[in-house]
């Protein structure tokens, strides 16, 4: 208790140096607490989707295969489905603006059954249904984009030749914001059935509900076996799988930005380690003093080793403080970046985040902290007698 | 002699010490014999690089001799590791420096506590212990300043404080009043009279002023290595 004391004072002996170190170390784990709560977001994200137990009917020829519309019924037919519905990314501009959000065609009667956890007004259910050329919204993507029920957003096409004219009837709330918007796959296929298109008669993707959890693997491979041997064959994974399938395609990315956060963690280790170096070595006739009074060559190093630890732990709570602060916001601003709170982000890697702080404490106070310890007391006596 | 060597508290036995720097050797201590009898009070003097304080740091346990013995305490130091010494400094020598050596962040409090925390006192028994050797300086009334805030004179009679806790067999000083104005310096002598006297101290005190230095009982002199049996004052009947 007495030894922390005194550790605290030379922690607080040169304020200003104690300080830019803590900021240092404070940003480089305010970054890395960034990117990992990047990388945990995804987790939950994967974990969300498992709760679900939906699937995902692709071609296997990737996003620019077909997905026949037919299949949606002959799906429905199955054993292990409950539900089924085409799921067609549109990809088009609003207001010439490329990938403002998401919009999906899909079928207004079954996407509720797909998407159960999802809450809609019924009376506007019913309007998306019996209108052609309505759609409807994610709440939060309606409040950002400042839209009224009635509002008519036009979409138009960047890979499909046929434009949208719709119409915002109703708004549902997710756990998470989708950041989308739903539209009636058959106005689409229609209108490119009217101009003699090849894309027309395709759903997409499928995404469909198993009756539950444990009979997704069957299911999926029930279903690319069905389609195996016909002129579209299926790929079918759990949404969790293409949800990762698209975090893989950033995968390296990550890896990429993880290194860099690394190495930055280095660098700001160094800083730290010099400015340990620089005050312990202004203190050499304390230390020769403290070692001459009976403190140990083990006291000296723990009292070296704690000084930095100190610094580093208080700039890994500053930094993972900040980082997560960060997070929050983005949560709170740009929700279809964040769209979990980081209440439920949090887990082990803040804990090692912090640990990562003392590691940087022990390896930054580590050569100082040899040095104090074995250095003669005589020599040290010497500089001042 | 045999039987004077155990009652000795300091035996210090044909000991030489030499610094080595690169490829040369420095001689600098060529045979010392001295003894030290509980309660005695050496002064010891010579000119600048005789290896005064080098003897002292020997006797102290801070270094150990290039040959012969140094025996402190019942204690062969030479013989001793690191850090047995570590513990027997912390047990048996109260360190008095020149320049006083606080630690600048802890108070005057605090200071004296310090070698107490490597005891197995209590917290109250360590606080009555720093309260009883401020009380003994004069500077109760300063337990919460920090080294600055003192005079240098209150700053070594803190560092006197802090050698003095532990309640240490012998105080050893290197130049205590050198630093200090007579007046200071004076205060600093009396207060080292009376360890030695009131309190049964031992003391061995290193000083270039030979007024400081017949305050002592008895007085060295160390000239090139070697001393120089020169009393100043009568021997105590245990030399
Ligand atoms: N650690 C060391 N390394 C090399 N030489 C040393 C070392 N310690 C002392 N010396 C040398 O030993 C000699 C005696 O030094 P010492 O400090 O004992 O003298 P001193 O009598 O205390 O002098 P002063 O009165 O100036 O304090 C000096 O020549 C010094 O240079
Ligand atoms: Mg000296």
């Given at each position: 208790m007495k030894s922390l004391k005194y550790i605290w004072r030379n922690v607080m002996r040169n304020k200003l140096r104690s300080m830019l170190t803590i900021l240092s170390i404070g940003f480089s784990l305010a970054l890395m607490t960034i990117l990992c709560g990047y990388i945990a977001l995804?987790?939950?994200?994967?974990?969300?989707?498992?709760?679900?137990?939906?699937i995902v009917v692709m071609s296997t020829m990737g996003f620019s295969g077909e997905v026949p519309i037919a299949y949606v019924d002959r799906l429905r037919a199955m054993e292990g489905i409950s539900a089924a519905v085409p799921y067609a990314w549109y990809g088009g501009?609003?207001?010439?603006?490329?990938?403002?959000?998401?919009?999906?065609?899909?079928?207004?009667?079954?996407?509720?059954?797909?998407?159960?956890?999802?809450?809609?007004?019924?009376?506007?259910?019913?309007?998306?249904?019996?209108?052609?050329?309505?759609?409807?919204?994610?709440?939060?993507l309606a409040e950002r984009m400042q839209w009224k029920i009635g509002e008519r957003i036009p979409l138009q096409g960047t890979f499909y030749t046929f434009n949208l004219d719709l119409k915002l009837v109703g708004l549902f709330d997710a756990p998470q914001n989708t950041d989308s918007l739903w539209f009636n796959w058959y106005y689409l296929d229609e209108g490119l059935r009217a101009k003699d298109e090849p894309l027309s008669g395709n759903s997409g993707t499928i995404f469909a509900k198993t009756k539950d959890a444990n009979s997704m693997a069957v299911t999926c491979k029930a279903i690319d076996e069905r389609f195996a041997s016909s002129d579209h064959p299926t790929r079918t994974q759990t949404e969790a799988a293409f949800a990762q399938m698209f975090a893989d395609m950033l995968g390296n990315l990550r890896l990429y930005i993880f290194v860099i956060g690394m190495a930055v963690v280095f660098a700001l280790t160094l800083v730290a380690a010099t400015a340990m170096a620089m005050s312990i070595r202004e203190r050499t006739t304390e230390v020769a003093v403290l070692k001459a009074i009976g403190f140990s060559r083990w006291n000296v190093l723990l009292f070296v080793l704690g000084e930095s630890c100190w610094i580093t732990t208080l700039g890994g709570l500053m930094g993972i403080a900040l980082g997560c602060a960060f997070?929050?916001?983005?949560?709170?601003?740009?929700?279809?970046?964040?769209?979990v709170s980081v209440i439920d982000l949090a887990g082990v890697w803040l804990l090692l985040l912090l640990a990562l702080a003392v590691v940087i404490g022990l390896v930054s106070g580590l050569v100082p902290a040899i040095r104090a310890a074995q250095f003669s007391v005589v020599d040290g006596l010497r500089r001042v007698i | 002699m045999a039987a004077n060597q155990s009652d000795a508290l300091v035996v210090v036995n044909n000991v030489t010490k030499e610094f080595r720097r690169d490829s040369f050797v420095i001689p600098v201590l060529l045979g010392i014999n001295l003894q030290l009898a509980r309660q005695d009070y050496l002064a010891l003097m010579g000119p600048s690089g005789s290896g005064k304080s080098t003897l002292l740091n020997l006797i102290a346990g801070l270094d150990r001799p290039t040959s012969g013995e140094v025996i402190v305490c019942g204690t062969n130091l030479g013989v001793s590791s690191e850090s047995k010494l570590a513990r027997w400094r912390s047990q048996h020598i109260g360190f008095i420096f020149q320049l006083y050596n606080l630690i600048p962040v802890l108070t005057a409090y605090e200071n004296v506590e310090l070698p107490l925390t490597l005891t197995r006192?209590?917290?109250r028994q360590r606080d009555e212990h720093v309260r009883a050797a401020l009380e003994v300086v004069g500077l109760s009334d300063r337990l919460d300043h920090y080294p600055r805030q003192l005079s240098g004179g209150q700053e070594q009679?803190?560092?006197?404080?802090?050698?003095?806790?532990?309640?240490?067999?012998?105080?050893?000083?290197?130049?205590?009043?050198?630093?200090l104005d007579a007046k200071s310096g004076g205060e600093i002598l009396e207060l080292m009279r009376r360890l030695n006297e009131e309190f049964h101290k031992t003391i061995i005190m290193v000083t270039h002023d030979p007024n400081a230095a017949s305050r002592a009982k008895r007085i060295v002199h160390l000239e090139k290595g070697v001393l120089v049996n020169t009393n100043a004052t009568p021997v105590g009947a245990t030399a």
């Open positions: 995804q987790d939950v994200w994967g974990n969300e989707a498992q709760k679900y137990h939906r501009m609003y207001k010439e603006q490329q990938m403002a959000f998401a919009q999906f065609g899909t079928d207004p009667n079954h996407v509720f059954n797909v998407w159960s956890e999802f809450k809609i007004d019924p009376a506007q259910l019913k309007a998306f249904q019996d209108d052609r050329q309505a759609c409807i919204a994610d709440r939060r997070l929050q916001g983005m949560h709170i601003v740009a929700s279809q970046f964040v769209p | 006192l209590t917290r009679r803190v560092s006197i404080a802090r050698a003095i806790a532990t309640d240490p067999t012998l105080i050893v000083a290197d130049e205590p009043t050198g630093d």
